[in-house]
Each structure stands twice: as C-alpha cells, then as structure tokens.
C-alpha cells in the first residue's frame, strides 16, 4: 500500500525561527512529490519536486527531494506568523488518473 | 493561473436531503477530476476519480450510491451526497491537474464545508 508519511505532525515556533519538515514515502511507483500549504480553505501549491538533490526555492521557503532514502524536506526560514498553517506533502503516483496520496500534514504555529 | 471553481463554498442541510457540489475548471480542460474529503485536523483523503465521459473509480471503502459523481463535460464536474446524514458533514475539495507535464501539479478547489444538521 503506498504510503506518505509526515513529521512532526505539529510544531510552535517563533517568529524568526527556522523549521524543517519532513516527507517520507513509500510507493510503487512515484513520479513526483509535491509540498502544499493549507490554511482555511484549499490546499495552495507550494513546489513539485521530480529530481534528487535539486533544491527549490520561493522566497523563504525551500526543498528538496532525495530518491535514494525517499524523502524530502521543507524549509522555511525567518518564519513569521502568517507562515501558519498545515503543511502537506503529496506523491504522485504515474498511471492514467496520475492521483496524488496526502500524507497527514504538519500543523505549524509560528508564535508573534 | 488555472483556476477550479468550487461552489457552495458552504452548505448547511437537513438530514436526509442531498446536496450538490460542483467544480468547474476555469481557462483549461479538465479530462479528470480528484474528489477529497478533510475531516477536521487531518489530510486529504481522496474519495474518487472522476473522467470526463466516464464512470468514476470510487476508493475503497467510498460508497458509490451515496456519494454520486458525474463528470459530464470537460469543465464540470459535481459530487452529489444523497441522503446526508451528521456524519456526511466534512470538508470536500476537488482538484485538477492542470495538463499532463504542468510544473504546477494540481489545482484544487476553494472547498464545500458541509454541515448535516
């Protein structure tokens, strides 16, 4: 059974901390991993990953993918509290529908 | 950027009625459509795929006969949960992928909160 797995599932920071969060898989097939940021309403995409050791980067945040141990993590620096929210890593699986399997989500509070 | 369209964005219904969701894909063609539920805290859990044309693949453990999906045209597609009950009431979000080599992934929908009162 294909499985993603995310840790911590929460974490309290303040503002100005740095976080890492972490995405582990385990599937059949993989063909991409993509990390989503949730806050009220509908998850906003944050980076899709396909190729080990190649960092991503949007502004504060960033991530990378690493095949070999199936993992990947998302960094976010000088966290502020808009930052807050759950954090979702997905894999995509190949094949006609080509869906995506959730892992649980990491809920970060970033603290004024 | 692509959009998905999702309305309502929150329903409140009695017991025993149904309620229809819709999602439409904005700008772009949507051949298949993902379909989740959120329960509060939790991820996303796909409930099931829905092609243009065809029938839906329901997962495990997702009752067709109450959770009815048509997918009749390329930008449409809607949930209908027939006979709701409290325990109906959750999170819905649908989501497309915005064409097959998309650097975005998918696109979801803004969410129904549904509440079975």
């Known amino acids: 059974e294909d499985k993603v797995v995310q840790s911590p599932l929460s974490l309290v920071v303040h503002e100005g901390d740095t976080v890492t969060l972490n995405c582990s898989y385990e599937?059949?097939?993989?063909?991409?991993l993509l990390w989503y940021k949730q806050e009220k309403k509908a998850p906003t995409f944050l980076f899709m990953l396909?190729?080990?050791?190649i960092e991503k980067k949007s502004g504060r945040l960033s991530s990378i993918l690493d095949k070999k141990e199936l993992f990947s993590i998302l960094n976010i620096t000088a966290t502020q509290t808009g930052d807050s929210a759950i954090y979702l890593c997905?894999?995509?699986?190949?094949?006609?529908?080509?869906?995506?399997?959730f892992g649980s989500g990491t809920q970060l509070t970033v603290l004024p | 950027g692509a959009v998905v369209s999702q309305h309502p964005s929150r329903v409140i219904c009695k017991s025993g009625t149904s309620v229809k969701i819709e999602c439409r894909s904005l700008?772009?063609?949507?051949?298949?459509m993902f379909w989740y539920r959120q329960f509060p805290k939790q991820s996303l859990m796909l409930m099931a795929t829905?092609?243009?044309?065809?029938?839906?693949?329901?997962e495990q453990g997702v009752e067709k006969d109450k959770f009815l999906i048509n997918h009749a045209s390329l930008t449409l597609s809607t949930l209908t949960v027939t006979s709701a009950h409290p325990e109906d009431s959750s999170f819905y979000i649908c989501?497309?992928?915005?064409?097959?080599?998309?650097?975005?992934?998918?696109?979801f929908g803004s969410g129904t909160r549904l509440t079975v009162v």
């Open positions: 700008d772009f063609q949507a051949t298949t």
């Open positions: 396909t190729s080990s050791g």
């Open positions: 997905a894999v995509e699986i190949p094949g006609s529908a080509r869906q995506l399997t």
């Open positions: 599937v059949t097939n993989f063909r991409s």
């Open positions: 829905s092609n243009e044309g065809s029938k839906a693949t329901y």
């Open positions: 989501s497309a992928r915005m064409g097959y080599y998309s650097p975005y992934g998918y696109t």
